[in-house]
Structure formats: C-alpha cells, structure tokens
C-alpha cells in the first residue's frame, strides 16, 4: 500500500509512529499511567495548563500520557489533524454529533446503520429536539432536497452493518463542500488500516476501537478523527464561538473540553495500551480477515442453502468497483447473507462448532449472529426493513482462524440449516 504523508507506509506507522522512539526511557511501549490526576510545579503552571497555554495533562477524565499516545498514533496513521479516544464506538459517535448539533438542528443520515446509531439518531437525539432526515446513500443527489438552513452534518457509514451497502464518497463529498457542511464517517468497518483520507474526503471519522483494533476484542473503546479538510473556525452555526482560538482543531478542542469534560465519558489508559500495543499487527490481521471473508462468500453462493450473499468483494455486488476504489483494493471482513427464514438461521448457528455466537464483529474469531432478533430485536418491522435486516439474514464477521476450518464449519452449518 502507498505511503502516508508522513512518507512511511502504514504498517511501519501502526509499529513506530512518526516519532524517534526513546521518549519512555528507552522502552518500546509508552508507560500505562494509572493516575487520575496529575501534579503542577507551580500555581502558574496550573493556570496554564488549563489554560492550555502549556502543554501539561490534569485530570484523566480530559488527557492522560497513555491515552494521548493512542491518540498520536491514530492521527498519524490516518494522517489527520487530531483524534480524541473515548470510552465506545457509540460515545465517539454521541460526542462527535453533540459537538456541532442543537436543539432545533438537523442531520441527514443514511439510514443503514448499525442498530445504536439508529437508535441514537432517531430517538436520543430525537427527544433533544435534533431531526435525521433519513437518505439513501446510493443516491446522494436525492438527498439535496433533504439540505436546508438548520442541516448541520451529513453521517455515513463507510460499509453499512449489516446491510453491506458502500456510499460513493466522492459524490456525497462534493455535496456536502457545495453546502458547506461537515461529512462524518464511520469507519469502524474499515479501521485505519483500509480508511484511505483521499478516496473518502470525510471531515470526521469515528472508529469503534472494540472491533480489529486491539487483536482478540479485549476492551471497548472508540476514537473521533478530524481529518483537518473542514475549516471549523472559519464557519458559524456550529456552537464553536468560544473555541475558535484553537483554529482548525475548533471541534475537537471543544468535544474533548466541553462535551467530553461535562459527560465524563473517557477511555481508561489501560484499554488504550492495549489498543494501541494491538495496532502494531492490526494489517496482518486484517489481510487475512479479508481473504478470509473473500474465501466464506464464494463459499455462501455456491451453497443451496443461500438466498443472497451481501459482501463488497463479490463482483456482482452493486458497489463492488467503488468499494475497490475506496477501500485500497480490499473489501472488509464482514459479510450478510439470507437462508430460507429465520428457523434456518437459527439451525445454522446452533449448528456452529468453531464459528461464535457472538455480538461482534472484527475479533480474531469468526463471529456470526442473527441481527433480526439479536442487535435489532427492539426495532419495529419498518425500522428493521429500513436499516435492511430481514428475518432470514445471518451477518459473519471473519476471524484469523486457517480459512479451511472456518470454511469447513460453514459448510457443515449450512448443510443443517
Ligand atoms: C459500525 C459500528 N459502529 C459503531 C459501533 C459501536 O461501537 P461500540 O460497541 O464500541 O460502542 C458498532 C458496534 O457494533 C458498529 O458495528
């Protein structure tokens, strides 16, 4: 894969960073700094550091050292102009819309989301008087009739979970230049090995640091990326008045100070060590999760059992030559698929002997569940159409495991269903 701005390539970023080591002593990995507050050398220099005059951490609900190294490594990797780590993927995503919506504004959204995006969007936001106008991400254009004075943001999701639909990135971008509106991604799905800033053209980029990230789903995390392409203290309408001394950094200088601050919400330094100890081999286990995925889904629509095969890498997909312009030639490691009804999904998964019945995805294990009445089971028939689950679909998110057993257990499984 190409090199990053800083001139080294990914893999070498996730493993080094773009700094010399040697800041720690001598040791290769940062400290994990179990402090909850930390001590000021004088009144002044108290004063400054929250001030953020001096460059000092005080309290571990804002800044702690550990945390702010995964944060580094991230806005290197992705080449961004900063990045906040938070305690979930879902408080990422809360706090990155909290930061720019309030009562009375408006976000259009594509409607395939995963099952608490949705919920936050339509409901949480809802009764804070914030309105989703819902938009079909295949059809960007037809959501300009959905733009007026009070949008505020447009939210995306790079491979919709679980209904596998791509959005063309480069379309949606010039939409929301031409509006003057901030596009926010998220890329759990993708992480920031395959996230690729000139394709996607996003503003803000959230990951859900509890999926790929730190190996075998040991914590649950998340991140908030500003890319630096939005000049967020050159634009009114976003409550960033009283932060505009901060410049482009605006947005997050007032979600980590503000939002962040007052919900209280912050990642904890020792699920950070362990995310960022787990980047370093995130792109050999992503490779092999997306071979291993490529290898499941010829497998699923060979199979007689198998209705429809929702997954970017199959040439037939819609979106199949957009997801390999967008994704650096891969396709994810997450895939849906459609048996019968919701009994033959449910033969399948008490038919697995290696592949889990867990609620996750991008683990080092093969992970499958039926979304229908598992993550949306609280979702009214229409909502569920909506979001594209159906009864008969099963989602698989593939692990690192030798492809022939993960291979071998789908068969078998899908001969029982
Ligand atoms: C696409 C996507 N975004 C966000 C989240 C939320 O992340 P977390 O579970 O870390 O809150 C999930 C969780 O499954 C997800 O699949």
């Known amino acids: 894969m190409a090199a990053n701005r800083q001139g080294r390539h990914i893999e070498t970023t996730l493993v080094h960073g773009v700094a010399a080591a040697g800041g720690y002593g001598g040791a290769t990995l940062p400290p994990v700094t179990l402090s909850a507050a930390f001590e000021h050398a004088s009144a002044e220099a108290m004063e400054a550091a929250f001030a953020g005059d001096e460059e000092a951490p005080v309290y571990s609900r804002l800044q702690n050292p550990t945390v702010e190294a995964l944060e580094r490594r991230i806005s290197e990797a992705c080449g961004a102009a900063g990045t906040v780590a938070v305690a979930s ?37 809802g009764e804070l008087g914030i309105t989703v106008r819902f938009a079909d991400p295949r059809e960007p254009a037809q959501a300009e009739a959905l733009i007026g004075a009070r949008t505020r943001a447009v939210f995306l999701e790079a491979i919709a979970n679980p209904a596998m639909v791509v959005p063309d990135f480069r379309a949606w971008s010039r939409l929301c230049d031409a509006h003057g509106l901030p596009l926010l991604l998220d890329a759990t799905l993708l992480t920031p090995y395959l996230y690729d800033r000139e394709a996607l053209r996003a503003d803000v980029v959230f990951f859900s640091t509890s999926k790929f990230l730190a190996g075998p789903a040991s914590t649950i995390g998340g991140l908030i990326v500003d890319t630096g392409r939005f000049p967020w203290h050159e634009r009114e309408g976003f409550g960033l008045d009283d932060f505009r001394r901060a410049g482009q950094g605006a947005y997050l200088a007032k979600l980590r100070k503000r939002q962040m601050a007052a919900v209280g919400p912050c990642l904890s330094p020792m699920n950070a060590f362990l995310v960022l ?141």
């Not at 819309?97 to 936001?125: C, H, K, M, N």
């Not at 081999?281 to 071979?291: D, G, I, N, V, Y």
């Not at 683990?363 to 229409?382: C, E, G, N, Q, V």
Request: hydrophobic fraction near 40%; proline fraction near 4%; glycine fraction near 8%.
């Open 89 to 125: 993927g879902m408080t990422a995503i809360s706090l990155g819309l909290l930061t720019v919506l309030q009562a009375g504004s408006e976000i259009v959204a594509s409607p395939y989301l995963f099952g608490g995006t949705y919920t936050l969007l339509d409901r949480v936001l």
């Open 277 to 417: 100890t787990g980047l370093e081999t995130l792109p050999l286990r992503l490779e092999r999760q997306c071979e291993n995925a490529r290898a499941a889904a010829s497998v699923l629509r060979e199979h007689p059992r198998v209705e429809t095969v929702l997954f970017p890498g199959l040439p037939d997909h819609p979106a199949h030559a957009l997801s390999q312009a967008q994704f650096k030639g891969r396709f994810g490691s997450v895939l849906s698929f459609t048996l019968a009804d919701k009994g033959a999904c449910f033969r399948f998964l008490n038919a697995c002997r290696l592949i889990g019945r867990v609620t996750n995805l991008g683990d080092t294990r093969t992970l499958a569940l039926h979304p229908a009445s598992t993550i949306y089971a609280t979702f009214w028939k229409h909502e569920q159409e909506q979001v594209g689950v159906t009864e008969n679909m099963i989602r698989l998110s593939l692990g690192i495991e030798h492809p022939t057993d993960i291979l071998d257990d789908l068969q078998r499984a899908l001969d029982a269903a």
